[in-house]
C-alpha cells in the first residue's frame, strides 16, 4: 500500500522532472527570503499551491555555480518542504559529503554528476533522479564538461524540525 508520504514522494519527483524540461530564461527577478515569486501561504503560513516560474526565481551566485531558491514553508502535511535548483560548475561540488535527518530527492536537469550515496559512488546525467535517506552519508559533484543543474527537494515530517532543535 502507497502511504501519504510515499504518494508525496512520487507527485514531488514528477512535478520536478516536468519543471525540468522547462526551457531556461536568464530573467530573474527577487525572490521573498522562503518562497518564490507565486508562492501561495495563509495566514499561519503554511504553503497552498503555487506556480513557481524559472523566469521569476532569483539568482544567487555562489562559488561553485549558482543556487534558485523556490520554496522553503510548511505545507499542509509537511513541517517544511524546501526546494531549490543549483547549478554547479564543471569539476565542483557544492560540499563535503554529510548526514542530515530530512530526506531529499535531487532530480537531475542537465550535464553529468557523480553522486555517494551511503558508500557507492555512481555517475548519472540528464533525467536521472537521486533519493538521499534520513542520516545516509552522501554527495554530489558535476564531473562533466559543462555545467550541471539539478533540482533538490527535501522535506521535513512532521516532528522532525522539533527533535532537530
Known amino acids: 500500500m502507497l502511504s501519504r508520504r510515499s504518494l508525496l514522494v512520487t507527485i514531488m519527483a514528477s512535478l520536478g522532472a516536468r519543471a525540468a524540461r522547462t526551457p531556461q530564461s536568464t530573467d530573474a527577478g527577487a525572490v521573498p527570503p522562503t518562497t518564490g515569486a507565486n508562492a501561495r501561504t495563509s495566514a499561519d503560513g503554511v504553503m497552498g499551491s503555487s506556480v513557481f516560474d524559472w523566469k521569476t526565481l532569483g539568482v544567487q551566485k555562489t562559488k561553485v555555480g549558482e543556487s534558485r531558491k523556490v520554496c522553503q514553508a510548511p505545507t499542509a502535511t509537511l513541517d517544511e518542504l524546501e526546494c531549490h535548483i543549483t547549478t554547479l560548475n564543471p569539476g565542483e561540488t557544492p560540499h563535503p559529503p554529510h548526514r542530515h535527518p530530512d530526506e531529499e530527492i535531487i532530480i537531475i536537469r542537465e550535464g553529468t554528476v557523480e553522486s555517494l550515496v551511503n ?11 537521486i533519493f538521499q535517506a534520513s542520516n545516509q552519508l552522501h554527495s554530489i559533484r558535476n564531473v562533466g564538461s559543462v555545467p550541471a543543474i539539478y533540482h533538490v527537494i527535501k522535506w521535513n515530517s512532521p516532528g522532525m524540525l522539533r527533535k532537530a532543535k
Do not use: A, D, E, L
Open 119 to 129: 558508500g557507492t559512488t555512481r555517475v548519472v546525467g540528464t533525467g536521472s533522479v
